[in-house]
């Protein structure tokens, strides 16, 4: 995974979030139904933050069979799922209602004192899931990080091994270091399609400085960018 970002990776512009938000629901609706009219469950992994709150809430009231859709996360802070600061909580607000409330949704917070214990029970709980994943949907940091793969995070090396079998693993975020866990970089690739949301002009600026040369570990998006075995789209509106 070496040099820049893919030619192949495909980036979608929008001139509003709305715009961009309704054109995302509608193509993640079409990728989980083409899997449920296959007579199929299908699985979409979603990350948390403010970026796709909207898109939730559009996704939500999307007419398919949610009760063969699996839900789960691309990574979790280790807090109570009732704290404002879960992902959990954000998704079960603003995802898992109208039509999507049939939805089958498996969280990565377990009882386990820290991640770094919780970690397999979380995976146990993701391997229900079909997989490959459907649909996976991540946000990038103004750092360049996804998921809770965070540049200078001790785990950084071990979650962006592609040579580790897919699984969770601990981690710390540099700022509001709240204790996450996060799938590693092989269980996010294990899908058909990733989504990459990007919102705003100072992302914009993190995309295109990690579409260019530099080490991965300094912006742990590029591996996304840079890997070979599943197709991106990059979503961006300003």
């Known amino acids: 995974m070496s040099g820049m970002a893919k030619p192949d990776t495909q980036l979608r512009k929008f001139a509003n979030t709305e715009a961009l938000n309704e054109a995302l629901a509608a193509e993640i609706a079409a990728s989980l139904g ?47 799922t009732s704290s404002s600061d879960s992902n959990e909580h954000l998704v079960r607000e603003h995802l898992l209602r109208n039509a999507a409330a049939k939805a089958n949704f498996v969280g990565l917070k377990t009882d386990d004192a820290d991640p770094d214990s919780g970690a397999a029970a979380s995976w146990a709980g993701i391997e229900k899931l079909p997989r490959p994943f459907d649909q996976v949907l991540l946000g990038m940091g103004d750092d360049g990080h996804i998921a809770s793969l965070f540049p200078d995070s001790p785990a950084l090396d071990l979650g962006l091994d592609l040579q580790q079998a897919s699984g969770c693993l601990g981690t710390v975020a540099p700022v509001a270091p709240h204790e996450r866990v ?22 914009w600026v993190t995309y295109e400085r990690a579409c260019g040369a530099g080490p991965i570990a300094e912006m742990p998006v590029r591996a996304l960018l840079r890997q070979q075995r599943v197709p991106v789209s990059v979503y961006w509106a300003p």
């Open 34 to 80: 083409h899997r449920l009219r296959a007579g199929r469950s299908a699985s979409l992994v979603v990350a948390g933050g403010r970026s796709p709150v909207a898109l939730f809430e559009q996704l939500s009231v999307m007419a398919l069979d949610w009760s063969r859709v699996w839900v789960t996360l691309t990574d979790e802070r280790w807090v109570r």
């Open 182 to 203: 996060s799938l590693n970089l092989s269980a996010l690739l294990d899908a058909r399609h990733i989504a990459l949301l990007i919102i705003g002009s100072g992302k």
